[in-house]
T-cell receptor
Framework: DGGITQSPKYLFRKEGQNVTLSCEQNLNHDAMYWYRQDPGQGLRLIYYSQIVNDFQKGDIAEGYSVSREKKESFPLTVTSAQKNPTAFYLC????????????FGSGTQLSVL | AQSVTQLGSHVSVSEGALVLLRCNYSSSVPPYLFWYVQYPNQGLQLLLKYTTGATLVKGINGFEAEFKKSETSFHLTKPSAHMSDAAEYFCAVTTAWGTGNQFYFGTGTSLTVIP
């Protein structure tokens, strides 16, 4: 079945550590997105990518980094510069047509030890 | 830029009662509007969307929404609530203009259904 796979489902970060969240899609979508979700704040865009080897910062990119080396993959690294990383992270993808929907993965809950 | 406001972060209804979740948007160009539902610890699923054409759109699980340009609203309704409707609901807007097909989400409304 086509879809978006996020792993791991739960992740724990130690102080000063970088961690990487995986996002893989087999929908042949050009555009991919990372959102951060905090209670009561909705979804906030971290980074997005419309094509391979290109990506743009969203509203809250500080402390995060991404890469888009393959069309199917868009990993997110939460660096030690992100001082408040505890949140639910959602990856999404869509075709490059404006009125089409976002497809979401099932999310990764990141917590700080 | 676009934005979405969802009035009421928490809504409670009795089972069988009308569900009304409010969404107002801001956009300087014609919007595309979406409602998503999220169950605990899961991703978001599309309920329905408005792009062009008929302003009353029907979605899955008996939900519908009406695009009212004059009121800049896209409220979500369901005639009779079911226990399985308890979830978080998000309204989102995007447009054909700008870069990256960015979606702008509201802060969400948590729906509780009382038996």
């Amino acid at each position: 079945d086509g879809g978006i796979t996020q792993s791991p489902k739960y992740l724990f970060r130690k102080e000063g550590q970088n961690v990487t969240l995986s996002c893989e899609q087999n929908l042949n979508h050009d555009a991919m997105y990372w959102y951060r979700q905090d209670p009561g704040q909705g979804l906030r865009l971290i980074y997005y990518s419309q094509i391979v080897n290109d990506f743009q910062k969203g509203d809250i990119a500080e402390g995060y980094s991404v890469s888009r080396e393959k069309k199917e993959s868009f990993p997110l690294t939460v660096t030690s510069a992100q001082k408040n990383p505890t949140a639910f992270y959602l990856c999404a993808s869509k075709v490059a047509v404006a009125n089409e929907k976002l497809f979401f993965g099932s999310g990764t809950q990141l917590s700080v030890l | 830029a676009q934005s979405v406001t969802q009035l009421g972060s928490h809504v409670s209804v009795s089972e069988g009662a009308l569900v009304l979740l409010r969404c107002n948007y801001s956009s300087s160009v014609p919007p595309y509007l979406f409602w998503y539902v999220q169950y605990p610890n899961q991703g978001l699923q599309l309920l329905l969307k408005y792009t062009t054409g008929a302003t009353l759109v029907k979605g899955i699980n008996g939900f519908e929404a009406e695009f009212k340009k004059s009121e800049t609203s896209f409220h979500l309704t369901k005639p009779s609530a079911h226990m399985s409707d308890a979830a978080e609901y998000f309204c989102a807007v995007t447009t054909a203009w700008g870069t990256g097909n960015q979606f702008y989400f509201g802060t969400g409304t948590s729906l509780t259904v009382i038996p």
